[in-house]
């Protein structure tokens, strides 16, 4: 063997360390020697780079996928550097190209950031919602929102109708009246009509009994004129806890019956909300429609074996039905990711399939809101169970959750829930149970 | 995806899964710079490399289904579609070809660009033979030990060392005008 192919062997890893020697004798010897190592070394050089230079034209990468009818991804290759890319199976001394790449230990259990994002957008929506109020209400009802005062109403017109606001300190006497016909209401409301009734009459007798000049009279004409009114414009609207009285009723120019209202109504809101539904009112308050998604998830088979994009997030939505103050109704929907571990014989060989398809879902939920362990006074703690179907197999839902209610229709909420999914594959059922933090938003209609 | 091994990957794309596209995608990522380098090399022509590089992956992913089991060297599996595209490719050049027509003239007094350079490599390769071109091309660019060319080749480990050896040295004789050229890129 010449002194060029101990060379060739020495860079190729091949030559043996016996020969190694015969070849540093050489070339320590040789100057020819030194001189065709140094041409070797180049030649390799120059091969790596040549290598390293090789892109894949934009086109041709494009081709691939458009051929397939998958979508052309921004990868390495379309349109990047080559030179950039991490082949695996490259340059690297001793590369086979059997298992160039990594095993599935790296399926990951770290927290994809972007999967907070859904949340900062919905919380971020409901400030702008929440702070941009008047707005909506301006463009819901096209008036005002109604600027109630707790000062003592003076000199108004007899025959003029104020829009007054009260409070009720208890929810449950509030809630109450909202739920029972007009005609049925104990409510105080009545017994303030009979007072203000009551108070025009003395009104009434004790104008009669003196004399009067003309502008009295025209007074007079204008109180007998006056009919006292039926209260029958009383809504219910809850706010931070808080059931709201909103009734139109007459300010009387008499500083006794100001007075008695002044009493009645000293706790006023500053700001409602809208008074009544855009919806007819057979849908007053009864229905909710759900939006929520869900993150840190945990599962078992874990972990998911997708970080997937932000569209990989888990979202439901529901329209619920409420039965009453606690117990609420209704059907929920979705679509998240599950991950699967199921060993399933393929021509007679047993194959364990690792995967996590996206499935939707839909189920029927019952919700109860403890509203008696109410906190901070506008939050209600509350429990729901869906039963639900999906494609592959049947689901159980569980939640607990606590609502944030700052508004009479829209609460945020925050709780944990748990799923299980089960899926029978070749007369086998596997399972799939899921825990994760769910959040999400609500509207009363 | 990512974390997934090939194998894995290559499951998705044989049971024909939902995340089969994306898993295609991510082996593409993992091996399009070697397959392309291959072809090109081997065949020498920009055109007929991308074709076949084409191929090879659209074979790839629709042939992955029929597998009846799954594949445990899937950088095998592109290697063997890619070399049987390409020798078809050579067959069917030898009808009208004849490699020894081709040849490479440098010019010691020019002063090459980077691109030239590496023209000249291409160029150099060329006047090869197929056969002492692809397990040259297999050891040296590649990194391809010796047992897994002469797998792929069909040939001994002796020969396969052999055919390297005089490609070698032959490519190195082409270009030594030029070698220490080498040292600016």
């Known amino acids: ?445 | 995806m990512t974390t997934l091994s090939d194998t894995d990957l290559f499951e998705h794309l044989r049971m024909a899964t939902p995340d089969a596209g994306v898993a295609f995608t991510e082996l593409y990522r993992r091996h399009h710079h070697w397959a392309y380098a291959y072809c090109l090399k081997v065949l020498g022509r920009e055109e007929e490399a991308k074709d076949v590089f084409q191929e090879t992956f659209i074979r790839v992913y629709r042939t992955a289904p029929q597998s009846d089991n799954p594949v445990t060297n899937v950088a095998g599996l592109i290697m063997r579609v890619c070399r049987n595209l390409c020798l078809n490719v050579q067959r069917d050049r030898k009808t009208t070809v004849e490699i020894e027509d081709v040849h490479l003239v440098v010019d010691t007094h020019h002063h090459y660009e980077k691109d030239e350079l590496l023209d000249l490599i291409d160029a150099a390769l060329d006047c090869l033979d197929a056969e002492d071109r692809e397990v040259f091309v297999l050891r040296m660019y590649h990194d391809i030990s010796y047992d897994e060319i002469a797998r792929q080749t069909g040939l001994t480990v002796a020969a396969v060392k052999n055919r390297v050896w005089r490609a070698k040295s032959r490519i190195k004789v082409l270009l030594a005008p030029v070698l220490s050229e080498f040292d600016r890129l």
Not at chain 1, 386 to 396: C, E, H, K, S, V
Request: charged share 15%; glycine share 6%; aromatic share 8%.
């Open chain 1, 1 to 445: 063997m010449n002194t060029e192919h101990l060379i060739h062997e020495y860079l190729d890893g091949t030559l043996s360390s016996d020969q190694q020697g015969e070849l540093f004798a050489m070339l320590a010897a040789d100057e020819m020697a030194r001189e065709e190592l140094t041409s070797q070394i180049r030649l390799q050089t120059a091969l790596r780079k040549d290598y390293a230079a090789v892109v894949v034209p934009a086109d041709t990468a494009a081709g691939i996928f458009s051929e397939l009818g998958l979508p052309v991804p921004g990868a390495p290759g379309i349109g990047a550097v080559s030179g950039a890319t991490t082949s695996s199976s490259g340059t690297v001394a001793g590369a086979e190209i059997a298992a160039p790449v990594s095993t599935v230990t790296g399926a990951s259990t770290s927290w994809d950031y972007r999967r907070i994002i859904p949340l900062l957008l919905l919380l971020l929506s409901f400030a702008v919602v929440y702070s941009g109020r008047d707005i909506v209400h301006q463009l819901l009802y096209g008036t005002a929102v109604v600027q109630s005062t707790s000062q003592q109403p003076s000199q108004q017109s007899s025959q003029q109708l104020t829009q007054q606001s009260t409070i009720s300190s208890s929810p449950l006497q509030s809630h109450l009246s909202d739920r029972q016909p007009l005609q049925q209401r104990p409510s105080q409301e009545t017994s303030n009509s009979e007072q203000v009734v009551r108070s025009y009459n003395r009104l009434r007798r004790t104008t009669s009994g003196s004399g009067h000049d003309n502008a009295e009279g025209t007074a007079e004409k204008q109180q007998e004129a006056f009919t006292p009114p039926v209260y029958d414009v009383t809504t219910t609207e809850r706010f931070g806890g808080y059931d709201i009285v909103l009734s139109s009723a007459p300010t009387i120019q008499s500083p006794e019956i100001v007075r008695q209202r002044t009493t009645e109504f000293s706790a006023v809101t500053p700001l409602a909300w809208p008074a009544a539904s855009p919806l007819p009112m057979v849908l007053d308050g009864d229905f909710e429609l759900i939006a929520r998604s869900a993150a840190f998830r945990t599962s078992n088979p874990e972990p998911d074996l997708v970080v997937g994009p932000i569209m990989d997030q888990p979202w439901a939505l529901g329209i619920h039905y409420r039965l009453s103050d606690d117990h609420v109704l209704g059907i929920d929907g979705g679509m998240e990711r599950l991950p699967q571990e199921f060993t399933r014989v393929d021509f007679g060989v047993p194959t364990v399939y690792r995967q996590a398809p996206v499935i939707p879902w839909v189920g029927l939920t019952y919700r109860l809101d403890v509203n008696d362990a109410r906190l901070f006074s506008s939050v209600v703690p509350s429990a729901s169970v869906t039963a639900a179907w999906t494609q592959i197999g049947p689901m159980a839902r569980a939640q607990a959750l606590l609502r944030f209610t700052p508004e009479s229709r829209m609460s945020i909420f925050l709780g944990v829930e748990g799923s299980l999914t089960a899926y029978p594959i070749q007369s086998t059922f596997f399972t799939t149970s899921i825990l994760q933090v769910t959040y999400g938003i609500s509207y009363r209609f």
